[in-house]
């Protein structure tokens, strides 16, 4: 499998809720990558696990991650291989701001809201796509 076919597997995987299988997917990458991208796959790969970890209630996980993936992604931005980072870390910054905002005890809640497409002001979980 070439290295775009693995991205296009991991930000399926991203896009799917398979948060867990995208991180696998996307470590891949990144451990062989040259050090220019490895903020890309890992930034990527850090916001997946965020979401890996507010769907099973770890509000502080989710929360750090989530952070971290934005600020690695931010010299990425507006695009990268024609994929819409600011868009994709826009989300996942609202997403951050939002869970900053709940009390941790109801992280499950809040997640199954977003699977609800219930989320306030038009919240959603962070997706991936090409421009």
């Not at 451990?31 to 979401?51: N, S």
């Not at 939002?98 to 919240?123: C, H, S, V």
Request: with cysteine; charged share 25%; aromatic share 10%.
């Amino acid at each position: 499998m070439t290295i775009a076919e693995q991205l296009q597997k991991g930000i399926n995987q991203l896009n799917t809720g398979e948060f867990y299988a995208c991180h696998d997917t996307l470590e891949e990458i990144w451990m062989e990558a040259p050090e220019t991208e490895k903020k890309f796959y890992q930034g990527i790969l850090q916001i997946a696990v965020g979401c890996y970890h507010l769907s099973n209630g770890n509000w502080r996980g989710a929360a750090i991650l989530l952070g971290e993936g934005i600020r690695k992604l931010a010299e990425f931005e507006p695009t990268y291989y024609d994929l819409d980072i600011l868009a994709f870390t826009d989300d996942s910054h609202a997403l951050l701001m939002a869970l900053q905002k709940i009390d941790p005890e109801d992280t499950k809640t809040f997640y199954g809201q977003l699977l609800e497409k219930k989320g306030r002001n038009g919240l959603k979980l962070p997706q991936l796509h090409g421009i």
